[in-house]
């Protein structure tokens, strides 16, 4: 069974461009979660789906920064324009409503320059 | 975001010896709680989790829980240098969301 596909594992950029981030979540799993994790502030919930709805988006840090879960098997993170401080690694995680266990996907790099 | 505190470490123990993780959180109404592994360069993955007061035991890790000090632990005995990683603690106020603290490196010494 494939676990949470995360896509790119790596992305690099330049100040003021349009990132989009990719999630496929795990076959069954109606659950979904976008985190950023850096050195200082550690893994940071952006926002999470139940059921493709957003239900907590209070972690976005601005406007720049959206997401869409358009299907129960896809979800995208999107930040326009990015900055340097938007580097990190975003991690993408999926779990049954309720089910309280988290699997992560591989995560993306992000280097804004 | 609910606060969850760590001790960013790093720990280190000797091979064969008992790692002691700990881990507070702020938020009173907490009902579940989560111990994550990280290595270098990886995602996190799940070892323990915990609901209620006391311990729990699963192989060589014991989760521990206090809801009156909103504490919890993780205690890994005979540790080995595969258990060189960082710890995450995570907490769940309900509602199927999931914070985590910033995690304590630990390091096994052979």
């Known amino acids: 069974d494939a676990g949470v596909i995360q896509s790119p594992r790596h992305e690099v950029t330049e100040m003021g461009q349009e990132v989009t981030l990719r999630c496929k979540p795990i076959?069954?799993?109606?659950?979904l979660f976008w985190y950023r994790q850096t050195m200082m502030r550690g893994l940071e919930l952006l926002i999470y789906?139940?059921?493709?709805?957003?239900?907590?988006d209070s972690g976005m840090p601005e406007d720049r920064f959206s997401a869409k879960m358009p299907n129960a098997s896809f979800s995208t993170l999107k930040i326009q324009p990015s900055e340097p401080r938007d580097s990190a690694v975003y991690f993408c995680?999926?779990?049954?409503?309720?089910?309280?266990?988290?699997?992560f996907g591989s995560g993306t790099q992000l280097s804004v320059l | 975001q609910k606060e969850v505190e760590q001790n960013s470490g790093p720990l280190s123990v000797p091979e064969g010896a008992i790692a002691s993780l700990n881990c507070t959180y702020s938020?009173?109404?907490?009902?579940?709680f989560f111990w994550y592994r990280q290595y270098s360069g990886k995602s996190p993955e799940l070892i323990m989790s915990?609901?209620?007061?006391g311990d729990k035991e699963d192989g060589r890790f014991t989760a521990q829980l206090n809801k009156a000090s909103q504490y919890v632990s993780l205690l890994i005995r005979d540790s080995q240098p595969s258990d060189s990683a960082t710890y995450l603690c995570?907490?769940?106020?309900?509602?199927?969301?999931?914070?985590f603290g910033t995690g304590t490196r630990l390091t096994v010494i052979p």
């Open positions: 995680a999926s779990s049954r409503v309720n089910g309280g266990k988290l699997f």
């Open positions: 076959s069954g799993h109606n659950s």
């Open positions: 995570a907490v769940s106020p309900g509602a199927n969301n999931l914070f």
């Open positions: 915990i609901y209620s007061n």
């Open positions: 789906f139940n059921n493709n709805v957003p239900i907590d």
């Open positions: 938020d009173r109404g907490s009902q579940s």
